[in-house]
C-alpha cells in the first residue's frame, strides 16, 4: 500500500506536491476548491502545469481530489442541489486536468426522509456530473451514519450505483467512518467480514482509496472522529492488518488527520510506512 495524506492546496497550489514530498507522502489527496465554500475558484494555469511539471519528479500517485463539504445530492433545497452538480462536475474537471484519479465526496443527508424518498435526486445528479466528465472516478465515501447523513451501510451505496450504473462510479472506505457506524475493522474477523460484506454489495473491485483514520468514537457509535493511528478504538495492530490485507495492499491509503507526531515522535506516514511488510 501507498501511503500519503490530504495535503494543503492553499496558494500558490503546485506548492501541495513539495508540501506532499516533505511529509513522505506517496500519494495524496487534496481540495480543487475551497471546502466551506460554494462557488468553485479558478486554478490558474501556471499553478497547473507547475503541479503537473513538480510531480513528474516527486511521482506522488495516484491523487485524490477531495470534493468540498458542503455537497448534499440529496437536498430539496434546488440551490444546494445545483450548486452541489456545479462543485463536483468542477472537481472532476480540475481532477481531469491535474491527473487525479477523481472525486471523492459524501453524497449527503436525507434530513428526515428515506434514501427511497431522495435516491432519484442523488441518481440523476450523480449522471449528471458524469456526464459533463470525460475520464475521472466520482468516488463515494462511506459515512459514519450520524443523523440522516447517507452511505454508512454498504447497502446504501450499492443501492445508489446500482441505479446509476457506470463503470467510472467508485467508492472510498474510510475506516473510522466504517468503525463508527459498526463495522469493526479492529478486529481480525470483523476486518475479514467487513470485506465480505463490501464485497457482497458493492464489490471489491469499485474500491478504489482508502481513508486511514483511526477512530476516538467507538463501534456502532454513528459518530465521525477522527484520531491519529493507534489513538483510538482501531490501533495499530489492527492498521498493520489492514495495509497488509491481500485484497487492500494495491490502494493508495490516505490519511486525514494532522499527520502529527506521535507518542512514538513518528509521524502518522512514518508509522504506516513501519507496520508495511
Ligand atoms: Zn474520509
Redesign the pocket.
Known amino acids: 500500500m501507498l501511503f500519503g495524506s490530504h495535503i494543503s492546496t492553499e496558494a500558490p497550489f503546485s506548492e501541495a506536491i513539495n508540501r506532499a514530498e516533505s511529509v513522505g507522502c506517496e500519494c495524496m489527496q487534496i481540495f480543487a476548491n475551497p471546502p466551506q465554500r460554494w462557488n468553485p475558484v479558478a486554478i490558474p494555469e501556471k499553478e497547473i502545469s507547475r503541479f503537473i511539471d513538480l510531480n513528474k519528479k516527486a511521482n506522488i500517485n495516484p491523487i485524490v481530489i477531495?470534493s468540498i463539504y458542503l455537497i448534499n445530492l440529496a437536498s430539496s433545497n434546488s440551490f444546494f442541489y445545483e450548486a452541489s452538480i456545479k462543485t463536483l462536475i468542477d472537481d472532476m474537471k480540475k481532477a481531469q486536468l491535474l491527473g487525479a484519479i477523481g472525486a471523492?465526496f459524501h453524497v449527503g443527508s436525507t434530513k428526515g426522509k428515506k434514501l427511497s424518498e431522495v435516491i432519484d435526486k442523488i441518481v440523476l445528479g450523480i449522471k449528471t456530473v458524469l456526464a459533463a466528465s470525460e475520464k475521472p472516478y466520482l468516488i463515494l465515501?462511506n459515512s459514519a451514519g450520524a443523523g440522516d447523513i447517507i452511505g454508512d451501510k454498504f447497502e446504501e451505496l450499492a443501492e445508489i450505483m446500482a441505479k446509476v450504473n457506470s463503470p467510472r462510479l467508485k467508492v472510498?472506505l474510510?475506516t473510522?467512518?466504517a468503525y463508527g457506524s459498526g463495522y469493526n475493522v479492529a478486529m481480525e474477523d470483523g476486518l475479514e467480514e467487513t470485506l465480505k460484506e463490501f464485497d457482497k454489495y458493492i464489490g471489491l473491485e469499485n474500491l478504489v482509496c482508502l481513508?486511514l483514520?483511526d477512530s476516538t468514537a467507538p463501534l456502532f457509535s454513528n459518530r465521525d472522529r477522527?484520531a491519529d493511528i493507534g489513538k483510538g478504538y482501531i490501533g495499530k495492530e489492527a492498521f498493520a492488518r489492514i495495509v497488509n490485507h491481500p485484497k487492500l495492499s494495491h490502494l493508495p491509503g490516505i490519511i486525514?488527520t494532522p499527520n502529527m507526531k506521535t507518542s512514538e515522535e513518528i509521524s502518522d506516514i512514518e508509522l504506516l510506512k513501519s507496520l508495511r511488510k
Request: net charge negative.
Open positions: 477531495h471523492n465515501e472510498t474510510d473510522a467512518h481513508h483514520n477522527h486525514e
